[in-house]
């Protein structure tokens, strides 16, 4: 079976890897295929998977192109996990929004709507080729902003494309510690968009657990959620949220705290990764052993400036272990074997959530199966939630809009619209800041 991985160059490549040379069932990926636009970058990620399957038996093949089509062709899964602009787009997406006072997150406020007009262009032509070169492939989507990426490929796949994010499952696993309870016995009863969404059950052996953690404020305060956002804001939602609420329930904090930071997190991601692509390609040198200090330094600084504001200290040893590989995983062993299990996954809506249309992209528990990914039926959401959910699928949507017909004006009422952009006037210069500080946005007239 082949495995395309596009962004193939990218820093977090050996995590899916790894997890595919730990997976000895029948049917398993026995190729894959890298491709980047950046040659550079595929050759150090190249030499990473090189040193972990050093030993292992029947290790995937890798190949390595540049060439978008010829990667594409033959394959069975294609893992979308691209970075348009790079991380000197994301450092330029930080620095115009916190300029304006606004927040510059990639995938949240200001940050996530440039990056959205950036790499939704790019998505769709991806898909177009997909349906004409692979059309039975299953494409996985790593892409932030995730769901709305997502979307934006299935108007050219419908459900054969599946976005995956990896927070969910941290917070349904961290929520269960709490509760003493098994992660892998419980139900999550989560439901939102990417990066958008509450935990509003736990449940074990058919028992609802979340609210004996909503009432013991000692359980509240011992998980990383629990001292972002205080226990008593969670026992007044009644529901745990992701933890990139955050940047909204306290976003003045938040801004607050990133324009005080020595520099941004793209900078440092930049700069970072910048040394490990360099170190990966040293003669003599461990791609492997480099790769792994630079991703240890990366997990452990991961909101670092939000966990600062709330005093929420470090990161969990648990949490630094990644995830999101073992969700596409077993996303994709459910597909290909047909062994049904349940994920929290971002798919189009049908009927699952009443306020919003079928096609909208959601992120809700799925049951998985050779078929595909089918939605959950889910109870409403709390007006509080469904406010917001309501609010950035619109948002969502005159992105697409404007990524479609190249309408500056549109570009304007995508930020203008969005609930962590204060003023019209602060929307338009921010689409005047990123046109100019983005080659990649010349379309938008």
């Not at 709305?148 to 995956?164: F, N, Q």
């Not at 440092?268 to 910048?274: A, G, K, M, T, V």
């Not at 670092?304 to 990161?315: F, S």
Request: charged share 25%; aromatic share 6%; proline share 4%.
């Amino acid at each position: 079976m082949r495995l395309t991985i596009l962004g193939g160059g990218g820093f977090r490549v050996p995590l899916v890897y790894g997890a595919l040379l730990a997976d000895r069932g029948e049917g398993r990926v026995d190729e894959v295929v890298l491709h980047d636009v950046d040659a550079g970058r595929l050759d150090a990620v190249t030499r990473v998977l090189a040193e972990q399957a050093d030993g292992v038996p029947d290790a995937p093949v890798v190949r390595a192109t540049t060439e978008l089509d010829e990667a594409l062709r033959g394959a069975d899964f294609v893992f979308s996990a691209i970075r348009v602009g790079g991380l000197r787009g994301r450092a330029e997406d930080e620095r115009v929004a916190l300029a304006e006072g606004v927040l510059g997150q990639e995938t949240v406020g200001a940050g996530g709507i440039a990056y959205g007009l950036r790499t939704v262009p790019v998505a769709v032509d991806i898909a177009r080729r997909v349906a004409r070169l692979a059309p039975d492939a299953w494409v996985i989507n790593f892409t932030n902003p995730a769901g709305l990426v997502t979307e934006a490929m299935s108007r050219h796949l419908g459900d054969r494309v599946i976005g995956i994010c990896d927070s969910p499952v941290g917070l349904g696993r961290r929520v269960a510690r709490a509760l003493g309870a098994d992660p892998r016995e419980a139900f999550v009863d989560y439901v939102g968009l990417n990066h958008l969404g509450w935990v509003r059950g736990l449940r074990v052996a058919g028992r609802d657990e979340l609210p004996r953690l909503l009432a013991d404020p000692g359980r509240l305060g011992s998980f990383e959620e629990g001292r972002l956002f205080g226990p008593e804001w969670l026992r007044s939602l009644g529901a745990i949220p992701n933890e990139y609420l955050h940047y909204y329930y306290f976003n003045r904090e938040t801004v607050r705290a990133y324009q005080e930071a020595e520099r941004t997190r793209g900078a440092f991601l930049r700069e970072q990764q910048s040394r490990f692509y360099t170190d990966a390609r040293r003669p003599g040198g461990s791609a492997l052993g480099a790769w792994e200090a630079t991703r240890a330094e990366r997990e452990a600084t991961y909101m670092a400036e939000n966990r600062e504001t709330a005093g929420a200290g470090e990161r969990e040893e648990e949490d630094l272990s990644g995830g999101y590989e073992q969700v596409a995983l077993a996303l994709m062993r459910a597909i290909a074997r047909d062994e049904r299990t349940t994920l929290i996954l971002n798919v189009r809506n049908r009927s699952t959530l009443a306020a919003l249309d079928a096609d909208a992209v959601i992120e809700v528990p799925c049951l998985v199966g050779a078929d595909g990914a089918h939605p959950l039926a889910t109870d409403p959401l709390p007006g509080h939630a469904a406010g917001l959910v309501g609010s950035v699928k619109a948002v969502e949507r005159e992105v697409l809009a404007a990524a479609e017909s190249g309408s500056r004006e549109t570009a304007v009422k995508a930020f203008a619209l969005h609930p962590l952009v204060d003023s019209v006037n602060v929307a338009r210069r921010l689409v005047e800041g990123y046109t100019a500080a983005h080659p990649e946005l010349a379309y938008l007239v």
